[in-house]
C-alpha cells in the first residue's frame, strides 16, 4: 500500500477517496508534471534512466537548457542546440546537493547500481522546485557504504528544507534519518509517531 500511495501522491494514480493538501490547500494531482509543478519528486524502486546517455544528461532529461544558432534563428527553436555548459552546471549543482561523489559524464550502462540511484536522486534535487521528495525503497540496491552516504544526503536535504518521505524496511535506517515515523500495513496507517 505504501507505494502506492506514493505514487498517487506524484499523479501515477488516482485516488478514489480523500484529498491531497500541499501548505493547507486542497490540490488536484492527475499527472506526474501536476506532481511537479507542487514540488513533488519522487525516485522509484525500478530505475527510469537512459542507458546510453551519460549521468549528466539522465540528470537533465527532458528539461535539457537550449541555446539558439543561426539554423534556428532562421528555421526556429526546433533546431536550437543543447547548451552542454549549462547542463553541465545544473549536473554538478544537483550532485553538490546531494552530497553524493559521482561522475557526472559516465555512461549509465557502465555504471555501479548504487551510482545509478544517486543519478535518480540527483535528477530530482536538479529540479529548483523541489520541496517534497519520495524515496521507494532507495536503500534496496545500495551497498553499505552508499546507503549511509544516501542517509547522510538525506539529513542534508532536510536541513536545505527539503521534506523526504522515505520508504524502507530497514529499521535502524528509519531510527537513524526520520523525524516522524507512518507504520502503514495493508493500506491502513496503523502507527505514527513524531
Known sequence: GKSTL???????YQA????????????????PNDANDLGIGMVHQEF????????????????E???KNLLSEIFGERLDTLDRKAMDETAVKAIEKMGVNIDRHMVISS??????QFT????ELSKDQLRLLI?????????????EALLDSI????????????ITHRLQEILSVCDTVAVMRDGVLVEKTS
Open 6 to 12: 506514493m505514487s498517487v501522491l506524484f499523479g501515477l
Open 16 to 31: 478514489e477517496e480523500g484529498t491531497i493538501k500541499k501548505d493547507g490547500k486542497e490540490v488536484k494531482i492527475n499527472n
Open 48 to 63: 527510469s534512466l537512459i542507458p546510453g546517455f551519460e549521468a549528466e544528461e539522465n540528470i537533465v532529461l527532458n528539461r
Open 65 to 67: 537548457p537550449k541555446k
Open 111 to 116: 555504471m555501479p547500481v548504487g551510482h545509478k
Open 120 to 123: 535518480e536522486i540527483a535528477r
Open 135 to 147: 524515496l521507494d525503497e532507495p536503500t534496496a540496491v545500495l551497498t553499505e557504504r552508499e546507503a
Open 155 to 166: 539529513r542534508g536535504m532536510s536541513a536545505r528544507g527539503i521534506s523526504v518521505i522515505f
